[in-house]
């Protein structure tokens, strides 16, 4: 079973974007939902996270306040809301999905989407 992620694109510095992330034959309720993303040359990091009882969120700093993640488990979607964007926010941004309460560990990560690509211009 594969994450699908959309919703990238091309955006200028101070605008927004937001990411999507869903997935065809798995119901995605019971899973911690994550993204992270990937800068040219850097390993992946984490960005945000959403409990299975979508009241439980955590952000990297360097996001706090401009993102938001959200869940909507009627729809099996998993949304990135990312306002007031900056040159170093550019990526690519990946969901992952998770059965362990671990946000930050990649490797408790077991699905994973293609990944979209955020660039922000200045």
């Known amino acids: 079973v594969q994450l699908q992620a959309s919703g990238g694109g091309l955006v200028q510095v101070g605008g927004s974007l937001r990411l999507s992330c869903t997935a065809s034959g798995r119901d995605l309720s019971t899973y911690l939902m994550g993204w992270f993303r990937q800068a040219p040359g850097k390993e992946r990091e984490f960005v945000a996270a959403?409990?299975?009882?979508?009241?439980?969120?955590y952000y990297a700093d360097s996001v706090k306040g401009r993102f938001t993640i959200s869940r909507d488990n009627a729809k099996n979607t998993v949304y990135l809301q990312m306002n007031n964007l900056k040159p170093e926010d550019t990526a690519v941004y990946y969901c992952?999905?998770?059965?362990?309460?671990?946000?930050?560990?990649?490797?408790?990560?077991?699905?994973w989407g293609q990944g979209t690509q955020v660039t922000v211009s200045s």
């Open positions: 992952g999905a998770s059965l362990t309460k671990y946000y930050t560990r990649l490797g408790d990560y077991t699905m």
């Open positions: 959403i409990a299975w009882n979508i009241w439980s969120t």
